[in-house]
């Protein structure tokens, strides 16, 4: 390994997930140099973490890797601690699960924020929290709620750079297995790339959003649509999806969210979408973020924290 | 064909579902003679309608058939047409679908019913409504909810001797797909013949029923808790049964479902007992009726009130 190679990349930046392994080798100053991806998710490995990793940074020069996401949980390659809330980032970067590989490189691995609650049994994220000290360290001070759709939607409140509370709502599972294996399959149809666009969509967020009509009670109606009307089974698809948005938004509301918070929406594209679209509909102003840039941004953020390469020690 | 056969035999009652196809031969009394039953529900036939009920009535007399469920749908036999609210006795026998065979056999089918409102997107009933009347048989004067859970789990509200609304939850279903399709799967185990009196099961219902935490928040819960306090998994199973029907009960109280109201829950004995121990443990009184044994008193009101059997005219 060349000199030259030590002192381009400062630091590989880790997003390891359930279904990708995503690596960024950076420069001191947190400018990408390279960026590689293998379908090396924890969800597909068990065990040779530390192999699947080195393959996938073959050449790349021995510098120390941060990672965030499941490769912390107790599937990955070490079951990082969670941490309490509130969870303000130095408290994140103290409990980093630092450690030296045998091919002798510094690893440390993103803890995730775990909570209890009188009112419901706990809730724990991992790799989001990564995603809001990027947003911190973009909009440092930044006092809202922060949405994280996905397969598990994670809306997280943000006061005094911390991570004061959050909830999971299973947004995305709860509407892939209503439109693709329960017996609503047979009023939906076609595709879900632009379902924010249809009629339908803001049908479904008027009902359970706006309306306040109950998830559970609102979902049999994907089949009376069907059955009375013979409506087009992609409204139908659409109407579906703002039910299951619409319901997740209302019981964030019901759950004490603050109705005039500042909402940021962190996610890939289509998706932030959506959900922008349900907001802008029930009168609610957003910004959308790119969640992965701000996975680098956080993790640049902690490499800093922790002295893994220069810059200021803001938390 | 005899005489006495003809004699002994005045009424067929036809309880025919997705999965199941049961019929019973009556006496003009009401009384059951033999009863008989088959896989061909419909959810398996696809035409040959008429052949499949022929071959298990095999041997009984040419008595008049009456049918109450998905044969009625418009994967059914006929479609029989839906009724509209509210839907009285009188208004639903004056909608049977009657027709003759070709073998001769006069056959009627019950017709559903649906509900239109400004509040939802519409809703149907198909077989439910045979067991109100069948409970309006037994007990003429009920006003309350008739609740008759499964895997699309009904309220009915009746008054006056009609149905007077309804609503459907997909509880059964929901349950059984987060159960074990979901990544909760994961976090749960065990069988679910007694789930009802596990502490879980009491939790859950608080949460969703008495502390009214929606059903969407709620329901990671089940995740966190495997996670975080490595909570038995036939625990969380019965915490994850606990969830949704008191998510059902908690939806139907946002819909306005009078709290003071009689209830009635109608159905098989297992399911029946885990919901009548839901209203115990919110402090609401319920009485328990068998779902199989209403349908066949719903079918010989019917019959008696078109005049296929003797018997007085009540509505």
Redesign the interface.
Same mark, same amino acid.
């Given at each position: 390994m060349s000199n030259r190679n030590i002192d381009a990349g400062a630091l590989i930046a880790v997003d390891w997930g359930t279904s990708r392994l995503r690596a960024l080798l950076l420069a001191s100053d947190g400018r990408v140099i390279e960026e590689r991806d293998s379908d090396d998710g924890i969800g597909s490995l068990s065990g040779g973490h530390e192999e699947a990793f080195e393959r996938l940074v073959l050449g790349w020069p021995m510098a120390s890797a941060i990672m965030a996401g499941m490769v912390g949980s107790?599937q990955g390659w070490r079951e990082a601690p $969670?941490v309490s809330l509130p969870a303000t980032v130095p408290a994140l970067a103290a409990k980093l699960d630092r450690f030296v590989t045998d091919r002798g490189r510094s690893v440390a691995i993103v803890p995730g924020v =775990? #909570? @209890?609650s009188n009112? @419901?049994? &706990?809730?724990?994220i991992r790799g989001e929290e990564t995603q809001i000290i990027g947003l911190l360290d973009r909009e440092p001070g930044f006092a809202g709620v922060a949405i994280l759709p996905g397969t598990?939607s994670k809306w997280v409140s943000v006061a005094n750079g911390a991570i004061t509370d959050f909830?999971? $709502?299973?947004?995305g %599972? =709860?509407f892939d #297995? #209503?439109a693709h @294996?329960?017996?609503l399959r047979h009023s939906v149809g076609g595709d879900d790339a632009s379902l924010s666009e249809r009629p339908g969509f803001a !049908?479904g967020i008027k009902?359970t959003a706006a %309306?306040?009509?109950?998830? /559970? +009670?609102?979902?049999?109606?994907v089949? +009376? @649509?069907a !059955? /009375?009307?013979q409506v087009d089974p992609a409204d139908n698809l659409a $109407?579906l999806s703002g039910l299951v948005i619409g &319901?997740?938004i209302? +019981? +964030?509301a019901? &759950?004490g969210s603050d109705r005039n918070a500042e909402i940021r929406i962190i996610g890939a594209k289509s998706l932030a979408r959506a959900y922008a679209r349900a907001f802008d509909l029930l009168g609610r102003k957003t910004g959308s973020l790119d969640g992965t840039e701000l996975v680098t941004a956080g993790l640049v953020h902690l490499a800093r924290a922790i002295g893994l390469i220069p810059g200021n020690d803001r938390p």
């Open positions: 107790r $969670y =775990m #909570l @209890r009112r @419901r049994d &706990g809730d724990v598990h909830q999971t $709502y299973l947004t %599972e =709860m #297995l #209503l @294996r329960s017996f !049908l009902r %309306e306040g009509l109950p998830f /559970l +009670a609102a979902v049999f109606s089949r +009376a @649509r !059955l /009375l009307d $109407y &319901g997740e209302a +019981a +964030a019901a &759950g």
